[in-house]
């Protein structure tokens, strides 16, 4: 009878042990997404022009569909990193451009340098945070713009700067109206030295409600392909020219 009891009590305990034991949860498609698009091109056909895009985490989601819609056209290209902020740049831009032939750069920077932060940079805050600012300045924002597109045009490639996409109201560490100030500065730099723009932010503004996350500076997967349609179809059309 013990030994009967003893077996019921262990094998009463196993199962509520098992039935305790959270399930593993399935990768994030947006993780597999960015390693896709920050992994070398599948397929890479030396007769096609090569296109690089740099940018941030909005870039890394889109950049997959790019490459999907200009199979054939171009070979899609990007560095296997987040660029963040315009001070990444200025650090990256050199080992980014490689020595590679590039036909048309597609670029990108403004939301890490228009977040807010306090004595580390890496960590964003409120903005209303005591002692919070912008991780970059305004106005070194516009100096470091210049500087690297002065560095991308020594490539010979096509440049095309695409805006920063809109922060909606209620974001954690980012203020709405900034993104207008900081396209302004960049649209100054791209005006004087003859850069095409994507205006991504006007194309994504009334369609937020339908392609990005609420509260968040990032897009649905869907989101993202949308995205993409209009990147792909500014590219090609350089491409073309």
Request: charged share 25%; proline share 7%.
């Amino acid at each position: 009878m013990r030994l009967i009891l003893c077996s019921l009590l262990l094998a009463a305990t196993a199962g509520f042990t098992f039935a305790q034991s959270p399930a593993p949860k399935p990768k994030a498609k947006s993780k597999g997404n960015a390693i896709a698009a920050m992994a070398k091109p599948k397929e890479v056909d030396p007769k096609l022009p090569n296109v690089l895009i740099l940018g941030d985490s909005i870039s890394i989601g889109y950049t997959v569909a790019v490459r999907e819609l200009l199979a054939g056209k171009a070979n899609v290209y990007r560095p296997p990193t987040n660029c963040g902020p315009t001070t990444n740049g200025l650090t990256g831009i050199d080992v980014w451009l490689g020595s590679d032939t590039w036909d048309v750069i597609h670029f990108n920077w403004g939301l890490h340098d228009l977040k807010f932060v306090t004595d580390d940079p890496n960590k964003i805050v409120p903005a209303e945070t005591p002692g919070a600012k912008w991780q970059v300045s305004l106005e070194d924002y516009e100096k470091n713009l210049r500087t690297l597109v002065e560095r991308m045009k020594k490539t010979g490639a096509k440049l095309i700067w695409c805006t920063t996409t809109p922060v909606v109201p209620g974001t954690n560490g980012r203020k709405t109206e900034d993104v207008q100030k900081f396209n302004e500065a960049a649209a100054r730099v791209m005006k004087d030295h003859g850069v095409e723009t994507d205006d991504l932010y006007a194309f994504a503004l009334p369609k937020l409600a339908e392609i990005q996350l609420p509260t968040n500076v990032h897009f649905k997967p869907e989101g993202s392909k949308v995205l993409a349609q209009q990147v792909a179809s500014v590219i090609e059309k350089a491409l073309v020219k």
